[in-house]
């Protein structure tokens, strides 16, 4: 049996623990650097889309394949309709450690629900959360977890939700930049995006992330609209509230797990075709670059990979860099992107900055 | 529990029993009329964007609609990005009647496989429907149908099945019009698409048909992408051929069941907001437009009424129509539409004519 989104990557307990981490500032916070770099993004000439990229291989991949596939003359131009461009979001387009940040709100929305319902803290796994105890949240096991986010992401109205996740980014700042989440995604894949689309490309997330919780930020952070969020989804129930008007009920019953194997899964059930480019960043994301690379024409398939501890973080295990379970990126798959063609985007090398705040 | 897609609303064997009807041509013809009505069609001014439309109240409101959603001045103005209509398919857009299309699909596909399986020949149900046997296929249970289906459409690659049904689509032809079933497109639903479109609205089919086999189709027919299609859904399973080749292949595990209230929740999977206006047919599409209509701001939800047994089917039971387990139209659902103020669309009175290759 496959886990749960991201679940799928992660083992035990583990996962609580860099929560802890994550709620209690406990990754402390490092200096920004690329001020040089900010600046010469800066006097960059406006004609490059892709200010915020050195010179390089991955930033060539992007400008040749979007040439390629628009050139009317060329054998690589791909029709408009086909023009579709998959991106995981996690890690893909902004910070995922240490820890992901809708497990940040579904604990946070967790103490909230308490308040209400008392017996919560009564309950495991509840009480065990509530308690602040990192030692015991370290050693949750994994259906625990599962537990927790069921009862937080469930049982309310879709409009409720997306309230309520909207109210707590607005409110919530990460440990590490005191910035709210939203703020960090990746000014270069920003680029990325907007090129793509500059070229007629849709631009789809496929996240292994709860859909109804990015949805409500990928239209003002990405400029990527609901119907182009392909995520792990939960069911809905449709029903009437108390005045007879129509409600549709987060339930807590997996629809679709998109991760892993259910990525291209995902993308046949949304989208129905065969993306031409595909962006990702860990183990989740390899059966989506298969996907995407096996088709016919020019492809495009890049995984990013943190190795940049100063100005973000640096996981692998891949290229001896620390090991995690949050964003995996083992040998084997920087083995298999190098056999499949797909190109490796060095944080530290290849992206001259890394968020819009920087000078 | 619900029952599955079209199932839902399909007693016992009373399908199969439609079905052969089907197959063998039972449904006598009957000679088009129209003729007059065709050329007043011909007649029309340019502007007039709904020319098989007869002038009346179903016109109108669509007219009005697209009118006060466009205006940037009206109260009623809709942004672009939420311009959304969702279509029934089966009798909305197409010919439904005696039985849906995709299950004629599903027992021809049957006899192919039977020549490679024959193993098939052996067992029930297969047995009973290769038999031929009007009467014994009539007395098929509903879970020996939900068996035919599950066995005909799945087990293949996507690519697969979509090359079967396109090249079954190509060669197989209706027993009353004696034409290709993507020929039984309504007209005036035709003008309602593009009218909408012209409008930049973006037209979806919400179908309790087979996601993947309208897609085959939806694009050519309809001029709607894939991606816009929201229908009943099975998983597909992500592996590799004997190559190595990343596939999918359609397994027989049901993921969305796209009718009743099945279509707002589907509507929310796939495309994440609500649309402003929904057309239907039957009581499978009642949630739907239930759900749409419950949004602010202008909304349209029509159902078409087949009250014209001269150029095409009278069923109902609505208004004393005949009953029917396809596409049932019962009285508390047109008693909804007079409460709710939704459009019913006469098929006799409000359409000019109904398929383009009438003259």
């Not at 628009?70 to 890690?91: C, E, I, K, N, S």
């Not at 309310?156 to 910035?179: K, N, S």
């Not at 000014?187 to 496929?206: C, D, K, S, W």
């Amino acid at each position: 049996m496959r886990r749960t989104g991201w679940t799928a990557v992660i083992r035990g307990g583990m996962l609580a623990a860099l929560v802890c981490a994550a709620m209690l500032g406990a990754a402390a916070p490092v200096a920004a650097q690329g001020t040089t770099q900010g600046a010469a993004a800066a006097v960059a000439p406006v004609a490059d889309p892709l200010p915020s990229w050195n010179e390089g291989a991955a930033k060539r991949a992007i400008l040749d394949f979007v040439r390629a596939t628009t050139d009317p003359a060329g054998a690589g131009f791909v029709p408009l309709p086909d023009r579709v461009a998959t991106f995981d979001q996690d890690g893909t387009l902004w910070v995922e450690h240490p820890v992901y940040t809708q497990v940040l709100y579904a604990f946070a929305r967790l103490r909230v629900l308490a308040e209400t319902k008392p017996e919560l803290k009564q309950a495991e796994p509840f009480r065990t959360v509530l308690s602040g105890d990192r030692d015991a949240i370290a050693r949750l096991p994994l259906h625990a977890l599962e537990k927790i986010l069921a009862v937080t992401l469930t049982g309310m109205t879709v409009e409720a939700f997306q309230a309520d996740v909207a109210q707590w980014l607005d409110t919530a700042r990460d440990a590490r930049w005191q910035r709210r989440y939203t703020e960090l995604t990746y000014q270069p894949m920003q680029e990325v995006l907007a090129h793509l689309r500059a070229n007629g490309f849709r631009t789809y997330i496929a996240t292994g992330g709860g859909q109804d919780f990015v949805r409500v930020y990928a239209g003002t952070v990405y400029g990527i609209p609901p119907e182009q969020v392909v995520g792990t989804a939960g069911a809905t129930s449709y029903g009437y509230d108390a005045a007879g008007r129509p409600v549709l009920t987060k339930e807590p019953k997996l629809l679709l797990d998109d991760n892993l194997a259910g990525k291209p899964e995902g993308i046949h059930l949304m989208i129905g075709r065969r993306p031409h480019a595909a962006f990702g960043n860990s183990t989740g994301d390899r059966q989506m670059l298969e996907y995407v690379g096996a088709g016919a024409g020019p492809r495009l398939a890049m995984l990013v990979l943190h190795d940049d501890a100063a100005r973000e973080y640096a996981y692998g295990p891949a290229l001896g860099l620390p090991d995690t379970e949050v964003g995996t990126f083992t040998p084997q798959l920087y083995e298999e992107a190098g056999r499949q063609g797909w190109t490796v985007i060095s944080m530290k090398a290849d992206w001259k900055r890394l968020f819009a705040f920087e000078p």
